[in-house]
């Protein structure tokens, strides 16, 4: 019965940061297209340019209708293409995998030796002044 609570829990904070991650570009202020172009592009953009362009990122269509085709593309792995470096995000996201794992692991070891051999510290002094900067410390982070 816990087991369907904490699944339940994950869902509903899953969606909550779907729904998030959808809205909060689309509440920013300003026109998108001008957005992703900058202010110091290299050429002006024309009414028709700017037409096609919402055309083509689907900001024409109802929000709710962005929404489906948004859940649809993550569940085909399509995230987007990255304006800023030329290339698909799903490209980006495979390229830099290697060196986030790297350093997530190396964190890990890191807090894990750290805090074994503060853990170990603090239990030996239990009670001294060393256990309590230790203890006050660690709460504190």
Request: charged share 20%; proline share 3%.
């Amino acid at each position: 019965m816990k087991h369907k609570k904490i699944v339940k829990d994950f869902l509903i904070a899953f969606v909550c940061l779907l729904i998030l991650n959808f809205l909060l570009p689309r509440l920013l202020p300003g026109d998108p297209v001008e957005i992703l172009l900058g202010e110091q592009s290299l050429f002006e953009i024309t009414d028709k340019m700017h037409t096609k362009m919402i055309e083509d990122l689907g900001l024409n269509k109802h929000i709710v209708i962005q929404f489906f085709d948004y859940i649809k593309n993550l569940l085909r792995l399509d995230f987007g293409y990255s304006y800023f470096y030329n290339t698909n995000v799903l490209n980006l996201i495979i390229k830099y995998i290697p060196w986030t794992m790297l350093l997530v692991s190396s964190g890990i070891v890191l807090a894990l030796l750290i805090g074994y051999i503060l853990g170990i510290e603090s239990a030996y002094n239990h009670g001294k002044k060393i256990d309590k900067i230790i203890l006050s410390t660690m709460i504190f982070n």
